[in-house]
């Protein structure tokens, strides 16, 4: 309050007005809500207004009585941990925010520097119908962890940046009035001795590292469900037409039955009644299946008593087996060859938040326009709506575990690899219903890897027990001790997939496992002002990382050398697929197919096709 007051007063100063101070302690505001000015802008900049994401936030698992709670929220910072004994109840905070958003982007109007410690708050009303039910308030993800409280009572806990979840709040809620929600966030990112999945953000940005992004980064809503509702489903639909599914519900008994309906174009093709809170498994039979070519997907509706919720599968089986004498990564029991970029999901505008929906579907459509069948997200777990976009367009998606700190330089201790570990679990249970996603990525190049013992043999272990119907990528990159389906190689630019050349912290290729390429690429031209991100620091290291070609034309020509190499190692050796860096720019780094803002496209898109196809029937021909 003290520091609001004292803020509203400089800036009536630096405007020149002047009100009696006593007037000024009564007319207290929160300093209103306006972006602030990027580094750099996209087209979508001026698009998020302030009512943002208003998509219904969990295609998955959805319910017709929810309430959105995106919008203009206050904020303030915090001093220390120890603030969150003394929550600012009933207190105006500081400044407007926009929600969600990450505190160090533009877009939040806020544009921290660094946001360990957070207050922020809002107020809702619940709808008289409501009455009865049990309201539960979801988060997508909040930076780093969440401590809630509604109307003065503490409804909740939760570590994990990338994650959702979900608090039942029916105890602490008024009907027919204001209802106050505060959230303290607290978010390490790398400060001191913490050692936490945080993926690219470090709060000393440079070189291949970014600005962090704290706080509430994704939606916040409210539904209203039966008190025996359904919580999550776990849905595998395989290319045999056998639906595997678990209804979880609140009440954690297995009595009560679940009645699961699956439609194609309005009409149903199976419905079965099975136990909560446990695997059962039914039959639709000969389903059109989903690949990237034809990504078929069939609406799901579950009732549970008085529940019921709209979902949606993809029948598919992702495997892997010996064609012609080569291990290979196998879709509906054929070769995939899987092409696709590094996609960091970074925007100058809202750092892990996209502007809107339509920003973040335009890359990958973007991506399908020149032929890529895959993205490979890197140390980051995105929105559900954008593996929802990669279900629908047709995008197989290998999903990487947010690292902890790069490189070897400090690696968690035992308690930290534990939560490691815990986070890993919340990922993939969290997302493995998505139809796209075919490879979990434990670790990217030797980031947070132990190497005194090898932790990615149980890692890995872990994920096919939560998820027996995807393949593992232990080690993206380096310290590989042979853990995992892949034998994944990094290099710089040109690539060594599958290939008997290797080079400095790769391993050979290991013909027990499937021979890939996690990254290549990664040439970059250097670009006018207007497309960079005006930072100096970022723009000083440009041509410290990566080769940068002198033109566009240049660049084109050295992709398509690299591409050409790619397709000789499929041809020639065992390479089944590839990774190529990246997307866009992302802050110092300039080697995008299209620069950060998504303004200027590099490629040659008739050049970048025809590379791309070459590298489909090249593998064709070995199949
Ligand atoms: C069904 O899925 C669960 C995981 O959700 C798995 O443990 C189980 O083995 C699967 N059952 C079948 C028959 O595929
Ligand atoms: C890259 O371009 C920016 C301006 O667009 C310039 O300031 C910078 O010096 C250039 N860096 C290199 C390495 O060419």
Redesign the pocket.
């Known amino acids: 309050m003290h520091l609001a007051r004292s803020f509203v007063v400089s800036c009536l100063v630096a405007t020149g007005l002047a009100l009696p101070s006593s007037d000024i302690t009564k007319e207290a505001r929160s300093v209103k809500y306006a972006p602030k000015v990027p580094p750099l802008t996209t087209p979508w900049t001026d698009k998020v207004g302030t009512n943002p994401w208003p998509e219904y936030p969990r295609p998955l698992l959805q319910r017709k009585q929810w309430k959105n709670l995106n919008g203009i929220w206050k904020y303030q910072s915090a001093a220390n941990l120890d603030a969150v004994q003394s929550p600012p109840f009933g207190q105006e905070l500081e400044q407007e925010v926009l929600i969600p958003s990450c505190l160090e982007s533009a877009l939040s109007g806020i544009q921290a520097d660094s946001a360990l410690y957070s207050w922020f708050s809002t107020s809702f009303d619940v709808s008289p119908a409501w009455k009865g039910e049990q309201v539960v308030l979801n988060f997508g993800a909040v930076d780093y962890e969440a401590t809630v409280f509604v109307n003065g009572k503490e409804a909740g806990f939760h570590r994990g940046g990338y994650f959702r979840f979900s608090l039942d709040v029916t105890e602490h809620l008024k009907f027919g009035e204001k209802n106050e929600l505060l959230v303290f966030a607290h978010d390490p990112t790398d400060s001191d001795d913490y050692v936490i999945p945080i993926g690219k953000q470090t709060l000393r940005p440079s070189h291949i590292f970014y600005t962090p992004c704290s706080g509430i980064w994704q939606s916040v809503w409210l539904e209203a469900a039966p008190s025996n509702h359904i919580t999550n489903l776990d849905i595998d639909a395989n290319m045999h037409g056998q639906v595997n599914i678990t209804v979880h519900s609140s009440a954690k008994d297995t009595s009560a039955q679940a009645e699961v309906t699956v439609h194609k174009d309005g009409k149903t093709v199976a419905t079965h009644k099975g136990p909560t809170n446990k695997p059962f498994q039914f039959k639709v039979s000969s389903p059109k299946l989903w690949s990237p070519d034809s990504p078929e997907l069939y609406d799901v509706t579950v009732k549970l008593g008085n529940d019921k919720v709209e979902s949606y599968t993809g029948f598919r089986t992702i495997s892997r087996g010996k064609v012609d004498g080569i291990e290979r990564p196998l879709l509906n029991g054929e070769f995939i060859f899987m092409f696709g970029t590094l996609d960091q999901g970074y925007w100058p505008d809202g750092l892990y938040t996209p502007p809107n929906l339509e920003a973040m579907v335009y890359d990958l459509k973007f991506l399908k326009k020149l032929g890529f069948n895959m993205v490979r997200k890197h140390i980051k777990v995105e929105t559900d709506l954008f593996y929802r976009a990669c279900d629908e367009i047709g995008l197989l998606v290998i999903q990487d575990m947010p690292s902890l700190r790069p490189l070897q330089n400090v690696l968690p201790n035992e308690e930290q690899q534990v939560e490691f570990g815990r986070q890993m679990d919340l990922l993939v249970n969290q997302f493995k219903s998505y139809p796209s996603i075919v490879s979990w990525v434990v670790y990217n190049e030797g980031w947070g890897q132990i190497t005194d013992y090898f932790p990615e043999f149980a890692l890995t272990e872990r994920v096919r027990q939560l998820d027996p119907t995807r393949l593992v990528d232990s080690t993206t990159g380096w310290f590989d001790h042979g853990a995992g389906d892949f034998s994944d190689n990094h290099h710089y630019a040109n690539p060594q997939c599958g290939t008997p050349f290797y080079s400095t912290q790769s391993s050979p290729y290991d013909p027990s496992r499937i021979g890939f390429q996690g990254e290549f690429g990664g040439i970059g031209t250097?670009?006018?002002?207007e497309?960079?991100w005006n930072n100096q620091a970022a723009?000083?290291t440009?041509?410290q990382t990566y080769e940068?070609d002198e033109t566009i034309d240049a660049w084109n020509y050295r992709s398509h050398r690299l591409l050409d190499e790619l397709e000789d190692q499929i041809r020639l050796y065992a390479c089944s697929g590839g990774v190529w860096t990246q997307t866009t720019d992302v802050e110092g780094e300039?080697n995008g197919l299209m620069t950060y803002d998504r303004r200027l496209e590099r490629v040659d898109v008739k050049q970048w096709k025809e590379d791309i196809k070459a590298l489909y029937e090249a593998a064709a021909a070995r199949s």
């Open positions: 250097n670009v006018s002002i497309h960079l723009i000083d440009i041509d940068i300039v």
